[in-house]
């Protein structure tokens, strides 16, 4: 099988980061991934690898001790990962957020974290934002008062993954009752958690959040967190905008371990159908294993052209809102495709844990739904660039 259908957009530069992630992928086999997901264990060692090796500063810039590379790079990487067998999951926030950061915060906060997160010496992987409210984010009500040069946070989040893993969160709070837009009132805030646990270990409540894959998430209550002014990132009221380059990235990110996941089930299936022999004859002859295989594989390559696209756009700086949520659409509904017929190859054997098939369909399961569901993302498309009307 091809390894992928957009060999186009790969430059030599480009082949030479995904191959030096795979190489890095393989010395973490599928057992390893089992075991984690088996007891929910944070994968450290993975982590750390990634983080030794630079992969996880491809986005910050070379003054800050980073590769200074795009987010077509980055999508290589977690792609990568998710193909050879793994889970981006435990350390992808910290690409994403980097852009809040990168692009909104300030010189002292870039110069005092940046060249520690591009070192491997600090880590960058929570982002507290969902709340009960789910994706409408104009309605969260966690809230950050002003008490002379600092500000206090209380409230309750839902969704808030890895913070023990992480030695820097980003949180979206309320600073301001009633704006004139309701994406207007809130602030971003960059938290040093080593010194909230060191000096205010009360002020965040953390409570683990059991999911059918290893996600390491959390609900988590912040009660009178104090956090000095110089924590906002960006302008204050203004968190909400901000948080979109974050959003935009993410998705992209997010497509790209979708399909990463996809040409793994294609692979997969591809393989044992061509080596499963019933009746005499592998069941890769059958034009009913053969079909479904192939439409799951010409959808993979459909959404991967489209996370390429929707890549290219942001980082020119061009606007990429649309591309990105399509890219994400099209990548979680290939991936869940792929899933299904990878388990319809597989038969019954698909359930049996040592094939890993049934880990990626639980863990593929998530883009469909996260972090926006799929649903919204035709009501965004259908109003906002096709100028569809929007119901109310």
Known sequence: ?????????????????????RALCESFPAEYWRETDRNRRYPQEFVDALTTDGLLAVLIPPEYGGAG??????????????????????????MYTMGAVLRHGTAEQ?????????????R?????????????????????????????????????????????????????????????????FLVDLRQVRAEQPEAIEVVKVRTMFNYATNQVHYRSLRVPATAVIGTIGQGFR???DGWNAERILLASEAIGDGYWFIKNATEYAGTRQVFGRPIGLNQGVQFPIADAFMKISAADLMRYRAAELFDSG????????????????????????CLDTYGGYGFVDEYDV????????MFSVAPVNNNMIKSFVATKVLGLPKSY
């Open 318 to 341: 061009s606007p990429c809102g649309a591309e990105a949520n399509m890219a994400k659409h099209l990548a979680s509904e290939a991936s869940w495709l792929a899933a299904n017929v």
């Open 1 to 21: 099988m091809p390894y992928g259908a957009t060999g186009f957009t790969e430059t030599s530069a480009r082949a030479t980061l995904r191959a030096r992630t």
């Open 124 to 188: 960058l992987q929570a982002f507290s934002v969902t709340e009960d409210s789910g994706s409408d984010t104009t309605q969260i009500t966690t809230r950050a008062d002003r008490d002379g040069d600092d500000f206090v946070i209380s409230g309750h989040k839902t969704w808030t993954s890895r913070i023990d893993e992480s030695d820097l969160l980003i949180v979206l709070a309320r600073t301001q009752d009633a704006p004139a837009k309701p994406t207007d009132g809130l602030t971003l």
């Open 69 to 94: 590379l795009g987010i077509r790079e980055a999508s290589i990487i977690v792609e990568e990962i998710n193909r050879s067998g793994g889970h981006s999951a435990a350390c992808h926030a910290q």
């Open 242 to 244: 901000h948080a979109l």
């Open 110 to 122: 870039k110069t005092e974290y940046l060249p520690a997160i591009a070192a491997g010496t600090l």
């Open 358 to 365: 049934e880990r990626k369909f639980r863990e593929t399961r």
